[in-house]
């Protein structure tokens, strides 16, 4: 056998064996449908523990579309690689999830694989769900199939090649996932565990909170160090230090159990409605995911008040004309808005104290709706009333008047880029 022969042999080889790998990496058997169980066959308390999972896993936020049905899915999720369209997971046997095991559903949370065998997209984040135990996850199986069946296919994923073929989507899952329920770590107490459980998996606040690399995947190292979803900036759990005043834990409860804390800000964005969601589950829960949060904190740098930097651009002066016609009546220092609630000043808040203007430049521009009876969070959107570059005044108005950081770069450019995202939604 010549040379040649020899080195095309042992390509086709390694071929073949990447191929053979490739294959049982990315094919898994069907798991048999059943006849949709009966809401009966469900105890009570097993139902009620399964409402308490779906509401800590957000699951109605991602699986609602607007105005739609609750669990029948449609919402359009926007990734870098193009729009997902959230399933259906009501018990509907023919678009839902009726015809699913416990099995099934198992294999779908812990692995990420369909009841037909077909590779999910981690936009649902079964690399994080997979950490719960057994009897969470039989609980909102529970919970789930006792809901109204909703006949509603999702709309097909609008996906660039390759990333519209599931199978290569199996190399992605040897990166970063690690199937197993979470074990609780003997040096801490049970408070921490809970916390641990579900912000790490339940609630899958990493899977917002941390920057993505090229392939969609969580950082390796940067857990919790910030990230970008739906066009809004969601901020380090792990620097709760910077702010201008520290949080408590009883603020951070209050906020995620309402969407506010006087001394930090609103929820606005993708953060309201979980905030709905944490309002119905026990306290305790949502104080252990303040406790293990607090515990996660990364030294911060002394704050240097270079707010002077900006006071006097151009910018932040024709910024200081637009607040006084449109904002000073709720946010002035002697606005009787300030006096109601929990509102917080604007020298406290997250969005103005932020490393970039993103938030701000969004909130400016989509406002936060009117929640029924709670008028607390709403601010009306300005996005049609002004231009990019008077948002991008404004914003600059307000950094250099309430916070003590360096003025913001790039401002308009900023606003533009936001204003685009939101339109191409």
Not at 104 to 117: E, P
Request: charge should be neutral; hydrophobic fraction near 40%.
């Amino acid at each position: 056998m010549t040379r040649k022969s020899k080195l095309l042999t042992a390509g086709g080889v390694v071929i073949l064996a990447a191929l053979t790998v490739f294959l049982l990496l990315a094919w898994n058997p069907a798991i048999d449908p059943i006849a949709p169980p009966a809401a009966t066959s469900f105890d009570s308390q097993t139902r009620l523990a399964g409402a308490r999972v779906v509401a800590l896993g957000d699951c109605i936020v991602c699986h609602t579309a607007k105005g739609g049905k609750p669990f029948a899915g449609g919402l359009p999720l926007a990734t870098p690689f193009g729009t997902i369209y959230a399933t259906n997971i009501t018990p509907d046997p023919e678009t839902g999830i009726g015809n699913w095991s416990l099995d099934a559903f198992t294999r779908a949370v812990r692995h990420g694989v369909a009841r037909d065998g077909h590779l999910l997209y981690p936009a649902f984040p079964y690399i994080h769900f997979t950490r719960m135990p057994d009897r969470d996850v039989a609980a909102a199986y529970a919970y789930l199939m006792t809901r109204e069946p909703v006949h509603a296919t999702a709309p097909a994923n609008d996906l660039i090649f390759p990333l519209n073929f599931r199978p290569p989507l199996a190399f992605w899952n040897v990166l970063f996932l690690r199937p197993g329920e979470q074990q609780a770590d003997a040096s801490k107490d049970a408070q921490w565990n809970r916390g641990k459980l579900l912000v790490d998996g339940l609630g899958h606040c990493a899977s917002c909170h941390s920057p993505l690399n090229a392939i969609g995947g969580e950082k390796l190292g940067h857990a919790f160090d910030g990230g970008v979803v739906d066009g809004w900036e969601a901020p380090p759990l792990n620097a709760l230090g910077a702010a201008p005043k520290p949080w408590t834990q009883q603020q951070l409860v209050t906020y995620l159990r309402t969407g506010r804390a006087g001394e930090h800000g609103a929820a606005a964005g993708p953060m309201l409605p979980v905030t709905r969601d944490l309002a119905t589950v026990p306290e305790e829960d949502v104080q252990a995911i303040a406790t293990y949060i607090l515990s996660i904190q990364k030294p911060q740098p002394a704050l240097v008040n270079m707010a002077a930097q900006g006071a006097t651009s151009p910018g932040a002066q024709r910024g200081a004309l637009l607040f006084a016609a449109s904002c000073a009546q709720c946010h002035g220092p002697a606005a009787p808005m300030q006096s109601i609630g929990e509102r917080p000043t604007l020298a406290f808040s997250t969005a103005i104290n932020a490393t970039t203007p993103r938030n701000t430049a969004q909130m400016i521009l989509s406002g936060n709706g009117w929640q029924g009876e709670d008028s607390m969070n709403y601010m009306p959107a300005f996005g049609e009333v002004y231009s990019d570059q008077q948002i991008a005044d404004l914003a600059s108005y307000v950094r250099a008047a309430y916070s003590q950081r360096g003025p913001w770069q790039n401002v308009e450019a900023t606003v533009a880029k936001v204003r685009k995202e939101n339109n191409a939604r």
